[in-house]
């Protein structure tokens, strides 16, 4: 039947995160799918047109009529290669959760996400956030930019943060014990009375901040 009607199916790759919905930098394909009729395929094989052509084609008709928006319940996603917003930005702003988003790449990657820059899509930016008082025990905070923030008086036991950025911190008070600091920059932050008691500090950064203050 000349009008009858098939369906192409197409797969686009995506990256979630957002406060609100605190998933790993995960992928998930998204089924798109787009009529053809029979005898535009018909005329396509005549024609000897290659599939990958036509679903080329498909694709482009796809994005322009919308139909690969993505829905979900956190901000637009950032592409490979490109970082998120502050998440002071985010919607939600500066929240528990907020500090799980792609915990588990970070976990694994810290040194691709905190010091080579090979992963920017799964850093963290804190900077300006106020954790003050808040308990973190047991986040993962390892390669987060948390230049500025402040987590003075809060409880971060056992938290880890290998190669983390806290230049310029407030942390006057924190419980830290047994937290993972390796490679952590901490230059010209405060750490007025922070309790380090049994944490690993190996190559961890004290000294002047970014302005040059201690």
């Known amino acids: 039947d000349g009008g009858a009607m098939h369906v192409a199916t197409l797969s686009k790759t995506h990256s979630l995160a957002s406060p609100a919905c605190p998933l790993d930098i995960g992928r998930f394909h998204r089924r798109v799918t787009a009529p053809v009729t029979a005898a535009a395929s018909s005329q396509t094989d005549d024609d000897g047109v290659s599939m990958a052509r036509i679903t080329q084609k498909l694709f482009a008709g796809a994005m322009v009529a919308g139909a690969l928006t993505l829905t979900s319940c956190g901000p637009a996603a950032a592409e490979a290669g490109q970082k998120h917003p502050p998440v002071i930005d985010m919607p939600g702003g500066c929240t528990l959760e907020a500090l ?34 808040q308990d973190l025990s047991g986040k993962i905070l390892s390669g987060v930019i948390a ?33 993972n600091a390796y490679e952590v920059n901490l230059g010209g932050s405060d750490l007025t009375n922070v309790d380090f008691d049994n944490a690993i500090l190996t190559n961890a950064r004290f000294g002047k901040g970014k302005g040059g203050e201690w």
């Open 100 to 133: 799980d988003l792609f915990k588990d790449t970070r976990a694994k990657f810290s040194l691709e996400v905190g010091t080579t820059g090979a992963l920017p899509e799964a850093v963290l930016d804190l900077g300006g956030c106020d954790y003050s008082g």
């Open 147 to 179: 230049t500025g923030a402040n987590f003075s008086n809060a409880t971060l036991v056992g938290a880890e943060m290998s190669r983390a950025k806290g230049q310029d911190a407030i942390f006057t008070g924190a419980n830290m014990r047994s937290v």
